[in-house]
């Protein structure tokens, strides 16, 4: 950067220096020709013409020299400043994003994604723009007038003076429109986002829209966008087509007073003819650098806001730190609540409510309970995606905030209920839980093996590309069951000590679950498994099973004690029963 501003004021002096060449050459040809006419005789007329020659050619070299140096100069300029600027815009994307993988899962919840978008794109181009652009003008205009304005007074006050008094006005009337255009901006870039917003959504949700006969309403409202869309790029149009005529028209101004009063000063004997196109190329040089001062003010106050908003979002911390003191270890993976009460911080909802139990390690827990019971806050709390209220978790005996998040996190593997599965081939998807330490040949066994256990191995060999298959957006390719499966797929293959299925089987027939049942079983051997589900015929196999009401704890023991209670786990059970009885019927 500091090399940068050294080549921004070197290069004014290439700017300068024509001027005065020009001036020079003027008043040597108007001098050479005023001696021809002192001495009108042919021979000396030619040598005459032969010295003017000489000189113009020699100040047409000398020109041409300096607009190289200076093209060279200007050149560097650009690699220093414009391509630091891409480097610092560079490294702050990286920053934001590496900063937004830390914080916790209440961050989101609070936030929109299209926020969270606009602080790593929109702003972090408008301080780019600030640190390239504006720091670049800026120093070119403070440089240039540190330069052009002392030459000029030496030259002529009066002249000076009246030539530059439409500078501060044309300044002012850029920066006034600048403004209203980045207003303008402003709303069409609200508007862009509204309009990528309503196609993403109606893309993803094509199913929706096809299934209730939407698409008419889907075209319209797209449309009623686009029309808004169009207006407020009419309006930023207007805008710019006012711009640059303003800017012309004061430029023009300037250089019609510098003809006029300095033919006034050339008829008063206190000016050459060369001072005039010696000022009309300085302000020339002057005017981009003024007019580009309210621009600059513009993303200068702009830039400020970005990064204002950027470091609101640098300086939040993440919820959910882990003590890096303690020694990253493999775990046994024993699970302990201990008295745990959860409110959810945003919606101050209480999920859970005392809530005690002990998992041993390589044994397994079914958490049962209808919908809003609490189930899948328990999976949060294991993984800490949350910190809890009050009571503690822990693992080995260890309190979990005591554990390096991303430590423990390695060790577990979660089939979350919301299947979400990437744009990307089925093998990499299921293979993402896997590092680097893997070969293509062991990860191609490991994502095959995978397949076969969560008993979709099958169906994926069905598509034309097999493991090669591309999926849609969110996993749109396949089908809900098959989702389900391909993330089952994807937290066995990593062999992780704990393994939490949260409501993983919902979207599978009761044949298909059966065996996937019968091959996690094997998988499960050795490993604590904790299974959230809202079916009996899911959970009735574990170790042990507790029963979620609103939160608290109602029953637990295994499947032949609390079918002898008959409480709350034999009704749901018979209930169940009847149902796949009536649809085995239908």
Known sequence: MLLGVVFVAAQNFGSIYPAQVVRKAIDDVLTSLQDIRQHPSAGEKSLVMKEITRIVFLYFLLIMGVAFLKGILMFLMRQTIIVVSRRIEFDLKNEIFQHYQKLSLAFYRRNNTGDLMNRISEDVSRVRMYLGPVVMYSINLLVLFLLIIPIMLSVNIRMSLLVLAPLPLLSLSIYYVSDIMNRKSERVQEQQ????????EAFSGIRILKSFAREEMAVSEFQSASVEYRHRNMELARVNAFFFPLMLLLVGLSTLLTVYIGGQEVLAGRATTGNIAEFI??????????ASLGWVTSLAQRAAASQQRINEFLETLPEIRGNNEILEKPIHGKIEFRNVTFVYPDSGITALRHVSFTVEPGRS??????????KSTIANLILRMYDTT????????????????????KQVGYVPQDVFLFSDTIANNIAFGLDDTHTSAEKHLLVHQAARDSVIYDNIMAFPRGFDTILGERGITLSGGQKQRVSIARAIIRKPRILLFDDCLSAVDTKTEAKILFNLNNIMQGRTSVIISHRVSTVKNADAIIVLDEGIIVERGNHATLMKKKGAYYELYEKQLLEEKEEEAD
């Open 193 to 200: 986002s509204r309009l990528s917003t309503f196609v993403q």
């Open 281 to 290: 190329m300085y302000v020339n040089l002057l005017t981009w650098p003024v």
């Open 365 to 374: 827990l079914a958490v049962l309970g209808k919908t809003g019971s609490g």
């Open 390 to 409: 009050s009571g503690e978790v822990r693992v080995d005996d260890v309190s979990l905030k005591d554990i390096p998040v991303n430590s423990f996190r």
